[in-house]
């Protein structure tokens, strides 16, 4: 069982499946770099370059996403799995938006964060991004060794804790500080949702850890 694959005839799927875990740890590596430059920058022409190139990265990825639940129906590919196989995907496409959604309300809003936030920020990202990116790693195993999907959902559940603690850190901080109530609320609003990529792609992994026991039993 630890070396099963679901792929057996369908090196078509295979490739489009492993496309768009590639978009989840493209996407991640570049919001993190995004959200690093908007710190120091803030709505910088460069940064728009990189929220563009998040959007680039999400719009492939609902592309690749059609493509593959398009195949599963139409050339009934892997039937037994199909079901699992259409709500992976779907929650995977979730954590992907998210980190479109969250680079352009950066752009959109342009929000002032002191530079004191700044190094707890950029944990915050590295964390919630870590969750992305062995979320990926542990769907890609889905297809390939089972065993190994628990390594990686545990890699999942330890950074999404960690995230966890930065965020309520940050949020502490924020509202024991002097600024304005307006700026206290947007600031809070902005860890919340960069917390969400994590919260997402935990929700994802436990989906998938449930896929992994229907196929042990």
Same mark, same amino acid.
């Given at each position: 069982?630890?070396?099963?694959?679901?792929?057996?005839?369908?090196?078509?799927?295979?490739?489009?499946? %492993? %496309?768009?875990?590639?978009?989840?740890?493209?996407?991640?590596?570049?919001? @993190?770099?995004?959200? #690093?430059?908007? =710190?120091?920058?803030?709505?910088?022409?460069?940064?728009?370059?990189?929220?563009? *190139?998040? @959007?680039?990265?999400?719009?492939?990825?609902?592309?690749?996403?059609?493509?593959?639940?398009?195949?599963?129906?139409?050339? $009934?590919?892997?039937? &037994?799995?199909?079901?699992?196989?259409?709500?992976?995907?779907?929650?995977? %496409?979730?954590?992907? $938006?998210?980190?479109? *959604?969250?680079?352009? +309300?950066?752009?959109? *809003? $342009?929000?002032?964060?002191?530079?004191?936030?700044?190094?707890?920020?950029?944990?915050?990202?590295? +964390?919630?991004? &870590?969750? &992305?990116? $062995?979320?990926?790693?542990?769907? #890609? &195993?889905?297809?390939?060794?089972?065993?190994?999907?628990?390594?990686?959902? *545990? @890699?999942?559940?330890?950074?999404?804790?960690?995230?966890?603690?930065?965020?309520?850190?940050?949020? +502490?901080?924020?509202?024991?500080?002097?600024?304005? =109530?307006?700026?206290?609320? +947007?600031?809070?609003?902005?860890?919340?949702?960069?917390? %969400?990529?994590?919260?997402?792609?935990?929700?994802?992994?436990? @989906?998938?850890?449930?896929?992994?026991?229907?196929?042990?039993?």
């Amino acid at each position: 069982m630890a070396h099963f694959s679901l792929f057996a005839h369908t090196k078509d799927l295979e490739h489009k499946i %492993d %496309d768009l875990m590639n978009k989840i740890i493209d996407i991640s590596m570049v919001f @993190k770099k995004a959200v #690093r430059l908007f =710190l120091k920058e803030k709505r910088s022409n460069d940064y728009r370059k990189l929220s563009k *190139e998040i @959007k680039i990265i999400e719009h492939d990825a609902d592309v690749l996403r059609r493509d593959i639940e398009n195949s599963l129906y139409e050339h $009934n590919l892997i039937p &037994a799995f199909r079901g699992d196989v259409l709500e992976l995907v779907e929650s995977l %496409d979730k954590v992907l $938006n998210e980190f479109d *959604e969250v680079a352009h +309300q950066f752009y959109l *809003e $342009n929000p002032d964060i002191p530079s004191v936030y700044h190094e707890d920020m950029k944990e915050l990202v590295s +964390q919630v991004c &870590a969750c &992305a990116e $062995n979320l990926a790693m542990g769907a #890609r &195993a889905f297809f390939r060794d089972f065993s190994a999907v628990r390594d990686y959902s *545990e @890699k999942v559940y330890f950074y999404e804790k960690q995230s966890d603690k930065t965020t309520a850190k940050l949020k +502490q901080i924020i509202f024991e500080s002097d600024l304005e =109530l307006a700026h206290k609320l +947007q600031l809070r609003s902005f860890l919340s949702e960069v917390a %969400d990529i994590a919260d997402l792609a935990e929700d994802c992994v436990d @989906k998938l850890l449930i896929y992994v026991i229907k196929r042990d039993i």
